[in-house]
Every structure is written in structure tokens, then in C-alpha cells.
């Protein structure tokens, strides 16, 4: 089992910058990928980036460089530094684990409200 808990959202203007954070415990944390999804009402979740044990990243489209995933395996954390947000931005960001051998051993936090609003 992993528990994760996620802090850091909140409301920014566009083009300012917002960092989240995703605390995990519970578990071997290196030995998960961590993720970082959004969702909107009415709409899918959707992938905005994911970061291996090792640091090997993955990245959205939509992401185009603004957003920065990284993780802490000392600290069992993992990050998303959002700069240059823009209005379609605004989602409920989810914290994500996934087990590298039993891909079914998937965990969620809870969601962070982030506003991109001027």
C-alpha cells in the first residue's frame, strides 16, 4: 500500500508559476513511477507527466516545455513546477504511483485544485 498526499494548488494568474508536491509513504517509493494527471469536469483524466526511479521523464504535448516533474527518492517525493500557466491549465491535479514490476498496483492522492485566472 502507498499513501499519497498532495499539496501546492491554489490560484495564479496566467504566465505566473505554481509547484506541487506529492508526499508518499507506505511503501518502497524507488521502486514506483511516479505521475502527475489532471482532470476537468466532464472530461477524462489525462496524463501530464510521468518520472522513473531513475529520472527518465515523460511529458504531455500540451505540456511544450512549462511544466518540470521531478522527484526526491530520499525525501519518498515527487514534484510538477508549473510555470507559464495558462487558463486551460485550471484542473484538479492527481498525484499518481504505479508499482515498476505489478502494474496493477496503482495508487492515487487526492486532488489539488489548480486556477489559472487573471
Known amino acids: 500500500q502507498v499513501q499519497l498526499v498532495v499539496s501546492g494548488g491554489g490560484l495564479v494568474q496566467p504566465g505566473g508559476s505554481l509547484r506541487l508536491s506529492c508526499a508518499a509513504s507506505g511503501s518502497i517509493f524507488r521502486m514506483y513511477v511516479m505521475g502527475w494527471y489532471r482532470q476537468v469536469p466532464g472530461k477524462e483524466r489525462e496524463l501530464v507527466a510521468t518520472i522513473t526511479s531513475g529520472g527518465s521523464t515523460n511529458y504531455a504535448d500540451f505540456v511544450n516545455g512549462r511544466f518540470i516533474i521531478s522527484r526526491d527518492n530520499a525525501k519518498n517525493t515527487e514534484y510538477l513546477q508549473m510555470n507559464s500557466l495558462k487558463p486551460e491549465d485550471t484542473a484538479v491535479y492527481y498525484c499518481?504511483?504505479?508499482?515498476?514490476?505489478?502494474?496493477?498496483?496503482?495508487?492515487w492522492g487526492q486532488g489539488t485544485q489548480v486556477t489559472v485566472s487573471s
Open positions: 499518481n504511483a504505479v508499482h515498476s514490476y505489478v502494474y496493477t498496483h496503482v495508487y
